[in-house]
């Protein structure tokens, strides 16, 4: 039975981009009392709402994870420590600390007797060798094993899976798992060096149109594919994914393939402007080819991404371009 209206439910990594979204929508699905809980102190948070009980916690330890879950019906657990490729290549031992998160958070979720846990995993956690080639196949849920997932960030949330599953299994501690694919949206990280391709590209795009640079630095040849998923679609999929009866990871992604050079173009026909690029083949790249498979997700939940690639970007250049607009003003 999940969550109603006035139980409390925890959201952990609420200062965080998705964790800001979806404390958002509980709350505007009317529950009353809604944890906010993030590492950073409140006036740090990409979005505070004042209506939820909102508290900066280090979950890496124990009491804290207790003190979060105290009195908590559910659980959404999006706290991690990591950013786009240029962090986490660059950040490996970092990542992988927050097993410490996953972890404690699980076993105060035992010891509190919380009815279920969401643990927010990421298509990082995919075998290298099935993202070689731009051109290969949508990655299915069983595309994670024999294990090869990206080195750090990408065993840190696979250990989390498992961490998971076997806590499902043995103490009967009710857990869903989605595999977040490249999510972008407003309210992010777009600078500093966690930003993710949307948004270091909306970013660089309009910084270029604010400055009349006509040049564009592009991390690797231009020719690496992804899909990404507006902010908006992923809360719906997880909100789905929470209420239901699915026990094993489910992709939650978009199924829009593009080139990094084509996620370029659409941005600069949205700004109305024509950059000469400059490719950075040295800089963190990822795999090679990488977009979500939606077969199960659609036959388990009945969902599908609504909103084009080209929609969502709208929307998410142009917040990003006000945040720029409004930084070169001052």
């Not at 039975?1 to 505007?28: C, E, N, P, Q, Y």
């Not at 509190?112 to 060798?129: E, I, K, L, Q």
């Not at 659409?266 to 939606?294: F, K, W």
Request: with cysteine; proline share 3%.
């Amino acid at each position: 039975m999940t969550a109603s209206h006035d139980d409390l439910v925890l959201v952990t990594g609420a200062g965080g981009f998705i964790g800001g979204h979806l404390v958002g929508r509980l709350l505007a699905e009317g529950y009353r009392r809604v944890r906010a809980v993030d590492i950073k102190p409140a006036d740090a948070w990409f979005q505070l709402h004042s209506r939820a009980e909102n508290k900066s916690l280090d979950l890496r330890l124990k009491e804290s994870c207790l003190r979060a879950t105290q009195g908590v019906r559910e659980i959404y657990h999006l706290a991690a420590n990591m950013g786009g490729m240029g962090f986490i290549e660059t950040h490996k031992a970092e990542c992988m600390l927050s097993v410490l998160i996953d972890t404690h958070l699980l076993l105060a979720a035992r010891e509190h007797r919380c009815d279920r846990v969401f643990y927010a995993s990421t298509a990082c956690v995919y075998a290298a060798g099935k993202q070689d080639r731009a051109d290969l196949p949508p990655l299915r849920e069983g595309d994670a094993y024999p294990a090869e997932p990206e080195d750090g960030y990408g065993w840190q949330k696979l250990f989390g899976e498992r961490l998971c599953r076997h806590f499902n299994e043995d103490f009967g501690v009710t857990t869903r798992v989605a595999r977040f694919h490249a999510i972008h949206g407003e309210h992010g990280t777009f600078e500093g060096g966690r930003e993710k391709a949307p948004a270091a590209i909306c970013r660089k795009v309009a910084e270029a149109k604010l400055t009349g640079k006509k040049t564009i630095e592009i991390w690797g040849d231009g020719q690496q594919t992804r899909s990404f998923l507006y902010i908006d679609e992923a809360i719906e999929g997880t909100r789905l994914l929470m209420d239901s009866s699915v026990e094993e990871p489910l992709n939650l992604g978009s199924t829009e393939m593009v080139t990094i050079d084509r996620l370029v173009d659409m941005v600069e026909e949205i700004a109305g402007v024509r950059l000469e690029r400059h490719y950075d083949t040295r800089a963190p790249q990822g795999v090679r080819g990488r977009c979500s498979d939606n077969t199960r997700i659609r036959q388990e939940l009945g969902w599908a991404p609504s909103l084009s690639l080209q929609v969502g970007l709208e929307r998410t250049y142009r917040w990003v371009y006000n945040q720029v607009a409004s930084r070169e003003s001052v």
